[in-house]
């Protein structure tokens, strides 16, 4: 709670760890010069450079860049308000020796940025080729066989974006129910078809590997599995493969028969398995 955690996070995420020590650089720089504490500037990187260390000490990075993004484009921006361009023309103007040592340090602050850039640049084309074989083609089946229905789901983004679902979050994210009884550790695979009862779920859509061992309760046995989507070229989506379950027994027909002329329609990367 004292910024242990913040510290952690940030010498473990290079490219943060390079955006504070730019925006620490030019903050003293710019109070050596006489700006006071209240100029824009000024401010503007103090803001920055709080905004990343609470960030750092009571959420995460990661998982592509996402959670993290704003405050690479924060850091940046204010960069460019405080003239970091101006700051570099000056350390070339010291002494040779003095002027290396301060490149060298600036080029290692920029490398980790730069590297970031490019690796989610590299990265993207397969991301978005990933959800367009998984998660959008969920969408486009439930947009199509499901609208208006109550459905379950642990990757809600897409399909709530595109479908017209009433959806039930078993991860919890966007379920305060589900949320809270996972704070109170007794979120259990009861709890999961309670829930699912009360929210009237007709089908659920997982990634089996989310659901037991060290990641949450199983799946109710009482749950029909119908089919499977595999994609074989994932890297950044939660798993290859999601799972299509009836959650009342007299939806099992009607989901094996919609999952069957759906196939059709799926990318020629999707594999795709039923049990009926």
Not at 4 to 25: D, E, I, K, N, Y
Not at 88 to 102: D, E, G, I, S, T
Not at 234 to 263: I, Q, S
Request: charged content about 15%; hydrophobic content about 50%; some cysteine.
């Amino acid at each position: 709670m004292l910024g242990l955690r913040s510290l952690g996070m940030l010498f473990g995420t290079p490219h943060l760890l390079a955006l504070v020590a730019a925006l620490l650089a030019t903050l003293l720089w710019r109070a050596a010069r006489g700006e006071g504490f209240w100029t824009r500037g000024q401010l503007m990187t103090v803001f920055s450079l709080a905004a990343t260390f609470l960030h750092l000490q009571f959420a995460s990075v990661g998982w592509f860049y996402r959670y993290e993004a704003y405050l690479v484009a924060l850091g940046v921006v204010v960069l460019l308000v405080n003239r970091f361009d101006e700051l570099v023309r000056q350390v070339w103007q010291m002494p040779k020796l003095q002027a290396a040592a301060a490149g060298l340090a600036m080029l290692l602050a920029v490398f980790p940025v730069a590297e970031r850039g490019a690796e989610a640049i590299w990265g993207f084309p397969t991301a978005a080729h990933n959800l367009f074989e998984q998660q959008y083609q969920m969408a486009l089946f439930f947009q199509k066989y499901y609208p208006g229905a109550s459905v379950a789901l642990n990757d809600v983004g897409l399909v709530n974006y595109l479908a017209d679902i009433r959806c039930l979050d078993l991860y919890g994210l966007c379920d305060r129910q589900v949320l809270a009884l996972k704070r109170h550790k007794v979120y259990d695979t009861v709890a999961m078809a309670n829930r699912a009862e009360a929210a009237r779920v007709q089908v659920a859509v997982v990634y089996e590997k989310r659901f037991g061992a060290d990641y949450g309760p199983p799946i109710p046995a009482s749950w029909t599995r119908v089919g499977a989507w595999q994609i074989s070229d994932n890297a950044f989506l939660g798993g290859d493969t999601v799972t299509f379950y009836a959650v009342k027994p007299t939806e099992v027909e009607r989901l094996a028969g919609y999952l069957r002329e759906f196939a059709p329609k799926l990318p020629a990367e999707v594999t795709q398995t039923t049990v009926l």
